[in-house]
């Protein structure tokens, strides 16, 4: 199987790909630094690194084209400045449509999920004001994905760790878990679990330590 990978430089990134490698999958790391920052002990004959931009569109359908899921774990700015999040998920899908893949999944935030069936989280008035601008940008990031065609999942993950899997997590569909922290490796562990068991396609989902 091979995966694509969109932010793969990242802390959540690093992750996807050693749980990709653990799975024994063909991995395509995308990204501007990808060469340099991508740590060397985690390359093998099944890794290759792919250097350009999300917003290219020519790019990303090179990367794309021949995957059998896509991972996406793209980040940046929190202020509202950077539309990596939103325009880059947005290019994604429209060359993985030119592309004929379908399946998707990608990492959003927490105050995407529901606070009850008519408000989301970030809409709510304790939501912390700090965290709107990030928040408009996964929720652009997500109308992107609900309005195509593709087998997606978006992971909303609360206060992401810089630690590995422990495997010790729980998930939710489409509302937030009781827990304020993940692992970076759980959640990366759940999404590479997630392309081949497909529980929540075309669902948002909650996970927590």
């Known amino acids: 199987m091979t995966i694509t990978i969109f932010g793969a430089t990242g802390m959540v990134g690093k992750e996807l790909i050693r ?3 653990a799975k024994g999958y063909s991995i395509k790391a995308f990204g501007r630094n990808v060469e340099g ?5 985690i ?4 890794f290759k690194a792919v250097k350009g931009s999300v917003f290219d569109e020519h790019e990303v ?3 794309v084209t021949g995957a059998d899921a ?3 774990a793209l980040g940046g700015a929190y202020d509202g400045t950077d539309v990596t999040r939103s325009l880059g998920m947005k290019n994604i899908v ?4 030119k592309a004929g893949v379908k399946r998707l999944i990608g990492v ?4 995407v999920l529901n606070a009850d069936a008519e408000t989301l989280i970030m809409d709510t008035p304790d939501y912390p004001q700090q965290y709107l601008p990030v928040g408009q940008e996964h929720l ?7 309005a195509s065609d593709l087998d997606w999942t978006f992971v909303c993950p609360p206060n992401i760790l810089p630690k590995p899997a422990d495997g010790i997590f729980i998930t939710e569909a489409n509302y937030a878990t009781k827990g304020y922290e993940i692992n970076a490796g759980n959640l990366a562990a759940f999404m590479v679990m997630e392309i081949s068991a497909n529980n929540f396609v075309h669902q948002r989902v909650g996970i927590s330590n």
């Open 19 to 21: 749980h990709c490698q």
């Open 37 to 41: 920052m991508i740590d060397k002990d």
């Open 43 to 46: 390359r093998d004959d099944n």
């Open 61 to 63: 359908l090179k990367a």
């Open 70 to 72: 896509v991972l996406t």
């Open 94 to 97: 429209a060359q993985m449509a």
């Open 108 to 111: 959003g935030g927490m105050g």
């Open 140 to 146: 652009k990031a997500y109308e992107y994905l609900e």
